[in-house]
T-cell receptor
Framework: NAGVTQTPKFQVLKTGQSMTLQCAQDMNHEYMSWYRQDPGMGLRLIHYSVGAGITDQGEVPNGYNVSRSTTEDFPLRLLSAAPSQTSVYFC???????????FGQGTRLTVV | AQTVTQSQPEMSVQEAETVTLSCTYDTSESNYYLFWYKQPPSRQMILVIRQEAYKQQNATENRFSVNFQKAAKSFSLKISDSQLGDTAMYFCAFDSIQGAQKLVFGQGTRLTINP
């Protein structure tokens, strides 16, 4: 049972580079989200989706893009990496609102 | 916008003691859900307990229980007979329909259980 799979687990980028963090779930969940975790700030919502073709912004969306072309996949794109985007990124999925969220293992991203 | 506040950045107790982690939230809604998640050093996020706002009874899961005070907008987590494996970051989270079904997290409390 794979659950939520995030790749890569670690990444170092140079300022200005772009990249895509991958997230895939095999539980047929409609809801998927991206969070970033920074010390003292908890998990902050970047973007989320309540179904294929539907996405919306969270609390800290600037500098990030998402798309949801299938139920299974929800990639997060960093358009032009900045040191302020150094963080641990988590993808989560859940069947509907009010249910348990299942998280990937996280991606530790460093922008130099 | 809904906000969740955890006022204790760090806590430390001895093994077998009872510890209570605090969480307060701000909302004007009457129907919502609250969660506690645990993040051990492995970084994996694990659901500890869930509470439905319209239920008066406090949720319990083995050694974990909550004290849900709806009027005070307070949702504390009590861990009884604490174990070394309880060492982790603990996050309180809020979920509601009017909140556009976004799961909103607090800042987290780092709990250390000492032998």
């Amino acid at each position: 049972n794979a659950g939520v799979t995030q790749t890569p687990k670690f990444q170092v980028l140079k300022t200005g580079q772009s990249m895509t963090l991958q997230c895939a779930q095999d539980m047929n969940h409609e809801y998927m989200s991206w969070y970033r975790q920074d010390p003292g700030m908890g998990l902050r919502l970047i973007h989320y989706s309540v179904g294929a073709g539907i996405t919306d912004q969270g609390e800290v969306p600037n500098g990030y893009n998402v798309s949801r072309s299938t139920t299974e996949d929800f990639p997060l794109r960093l358009l032009s990496a900045a040191p302020s985007q150094t963080s641990v990124y988590f993808c989560a999925s859940r069947p509907t609102a009010f249910t348990e969220a299942f998280f990937g293992q996280g991606t530790r991203l460093t922008v130099v | 916008a809904q906000t969740v506040t955890q006022s204790q950045p760090e806590m430390s107790v001895q093994e077998a003691e009872t510890v209570t982690l605090s969480c307060t939230y701000d909302t004007s809604e009457s129907n919502y859900y609250l969660f506690w998640y645990k993040q051990p050093p492995s970084r994996q996020m694990i659901l500890v307990i869930r509470q439905e706002a319209y239920k008066q009874q406090n949720a319990t899961e083995n050694r974990f229980s909550v004290n849900f005070q709806k009027a005070a907008k307070s949702f504390s987590l009590k861990i009884s007979d604490s174990q070394l494996g309880d060492t982790a970051m603990y996050f309180c989270a809020f979920d509601s329909i009017q909140g556009a079904q976004k799961l909103v997290f607090g800042q987290g409390t780092r709990l250390t259980i000492n032998p």
